[in-house]
């Protein structure tokens, strides 16, 4: 399985970007999988950001993206997205997606995935 993210960048506070990760995979259905985001400020341990199940109807969220991030899934495409709308200047980071062959239920600890993107750098100017 490989994971392709795209859709970092330079942006001000109050701005909004969508992150991408394109999952590929040969001889298997990505379909019952797991994904995940998670981030990594300089300096910091990688911390889960948003997850989504297989079925793309449950998700959950770290309280500090609550209300702001949302996490979306297209199963068609093998793509999950993150969409990050008022970022904060603490939100910079690293952005890391994973997939866990485990889909039931989104998840939310980093030794549940089983394989991880290369990451996309979020940068929110004050």
């Known amino acids: 399985v490989q994971l392709q993210a795209s859709g970092g960048g330079l942006v001000q506070a109050g701005g909004s970007l969508r992150l991408s990760c394109a999952a590929s995979?040969?001889?298997?259905?990505?379909?019952?999988?797991?994904m995940g985001w998670f981030r990594q400020a300089p300096g910091k341990e990688r911390e889960f950001v948003a997850a989504?199940?297989?079925?793309?109807?449950?998700?959950v969220y770290a309280d500090s993206v609550k209300g702001r991030f949302t996490i979306s899934r297209d199963s068609v495409k093998n793509t999950v997205y993150l969409q990050m709308n008022s970022l904060k200047p603490e939100d910079t980071a690293v952005y890391y997606c994973?997939?866990?062959?485990?889909?039931?239920?989104?998840?939310?600890?980093?030794?549940?995935?089983?394989?991880w993107g290369q990451g996309t750098q979020v940068t929110v100017s004050s």
């Open positions: 994973a997939l866990s062959n485990d889909g039931i239920g989104p998840r939310v600890v980093l030794s549940d995935y089983d394989y």
């Open positions: 995979a040969y001889g298997r259905t990505l379909r019952t999988t797991g």
């Open positions: 989504i199940d297989w079925s793309g109807d449950t998700t």
